[in-house]
């Protein structure tokens, strides 16, 4: 077996062809997605998904938190734990955890090297496994050599045709809020969505979900009544206090403090200590020490983080109608009364003019920028918008001064994608 290193594996996924979703789908029944090719590849691997037991988590807004919560709370109960979820922001490694921790160079060179030979084979008879299929492919076998106790797979994007959609019923299945998003693969309608997203319930699992929209409720009952999957919702939980540096709420008997800010991680949380009393019930000890303790230590960079304090400075990777309304809900309980200054990037498939007008109404001025991606919204046209609703806003340039920014604004909410999270650096 040839051995790659790091460098070359990396070269390797960087050359491959980037999925790009349409801007528009005039064919909704089409499929842009299959899992044949992943099948096939994970057929030549020996079937590595097998043996492992796993919780799947798609929804539209908080899996990545909630993923985080499972994890944390997991690893407190003494579990080795391995964790996929996506995307990443600066390395490949950051797909792949085992008790929080990033897998290093040597591991993720080692395990392409086991996989690079089958998608030859493959490649060979003119099947070619997508960069996540193969990624996804490569988890199994890293979680399976870490001897991982329990793997929580969050779902990349909707979750029928989801790449992490190959494993057999997991012990709990997560569906978190599900809103409007990637509407030109997943649909125009909620019912649409939601039918995508359920598409990850198999019979053999239990469902956890807090309460939906109508049209959300009806897909997941249906589907749970077809499977003859127990569906469980959680109400939310009871806020005792909420300061800039951290919320303390009650959950089915256990109070609980959480550094993560923003006034909707606390039912991300209740949604993970949820599914934890579900495993405790199938067998799992998991004590409320450790779901307490788990909590509490639970990091989660990106929602709602504060990375500078005088002046405040947030960022939010919220991208969508139902992001931006919770960001709005946040900043209006933490800041009540004052105006925001926002830096702003988004992409140009996302529904600008509804974050917009969730956004500018609570806005100051507006310091518009590209997104680091091919996607992104050119600047000029957002800050158009924007100006079209009685907001400034002002083109980041080269010599724009961020220390001035810093000295003229009281609350700074950098906003918009997760990938402008390198902008922190300019603070």
């Not at 085992?98 to 008879?125: G, H, Q, R």
């Not at 969508?320 to 933490?334: F, K, M, P």
């Not at 003229?408 to 994608?417: L, M, P, Q």
Request: proline share 4%.
């Amino acid at each position: 077996m040839q051995k790659y290193n790091y460098k070359e594996a990396i070269s390797f996924f960087e050359e491959l062809p980037h999925f790009e979703p349409p801007k528009d789908n005039k064919d909704p029944k089409k499929d842009f997605f299959s899992l044949d090719a992943e099948l096939s590849l994970l057929e030549k691997l020996g079937n590595p998904q097998y043996g492992l037991r796993y919780i799947h988590v798609a929804g539209t807004n908080g899996k990545g938190s909630t993923v985080a919560y499972i994890t944390s709370i997991l690893l407190e109960a003494g579990k080795t734990v391995g964790t996929f979820a996506s995307p990443f922001l600066f390395r490949y490694n950051e797909l792949f955890k085992v008790n929080n921790v990033d897998i290093t160079d040597e591991d993720f060179a080692e395990i392409f090297s086991m996989v690079k030979p089958a998608y030859d084979e493959l490649a060979s008879e003119g099947i070619y496994p997508s960069e996540y299929e193969i990624l996804t492919s490569m988890s199994f076998l890293y979680f399976r050599e870490k001897n991982c106790n329990i793997v929580v797979m969050e779902v990349s994007l909707g979750g029928r045709v989801d790449t992490t959609n190959v494993i057999p019923a997991p012990f709990a299945t997560v569906i978190t809020p599900i809103s409007y998003d990637h509407m030109s693969i997943l649909g125009n309608t909620l019912t649409e969505i939601a039918t995508e997203k359920a598409g990850i319930i198999k019979t053999g699992t239990i469902v956890v979900s807090p309460m939906q929209d109508r049209e959300v409720k009806d897909v997941l009952e249906k589907t749970c009544s077809e499977k003859a999957v127990r569906l469980v919702y959680f109400d939310s939980p009871k806020v005792i206090e909420r300061s800039l540096q951290e919320q303390v709420f009650e959950f089915n008997g256990v109070t609980c403090r959480t550094k993560l800010l923003g006034t909707y991680q606390i039912d991300n949380a209740a949604q993970a200590i949820c599914t934890c009393i579900k495993l405790r019930e199938k067998g799992y000890k998991i004590s409320d020490d450790a779901i307490e303790q788990g909590i509490a230590k639970t990091e989660w960079f990106g929602r709602f983080t504060i990375v500078r304090e005088n002046p405040y400075v947030i960022i939010d990777g919220g991208h969508n109608r139902q992001g931006a309304a919770v960001l709005r809900q946040s900043l209006e309980e933490y800041f009540p009364g004052k105006k925001i200054t926002f830096i702003l990037g988004l992409l140009a498939d996302k529904e600008v003019d509804i974050i917009l007008d969730e956004l500018m109404p609570i806005a100051d001025k507006c310091y518009v920028t590209a997104v680091p991606n091919k996607r992104t919204m050119n600047p000029l046209d957002l800050a158009k918008m924007i100006n079209t609703r009685g907001v400034e806003a002002i083109i980041i340039e080269k010599e724009i001064s961020y220390d001035r920014i810093l000295q003229e604004n009281e609350v700074i909410c950098i906003a918009g994608s997760l990938y402008l999270i390198k902008e922190i650096g300019n603070f």
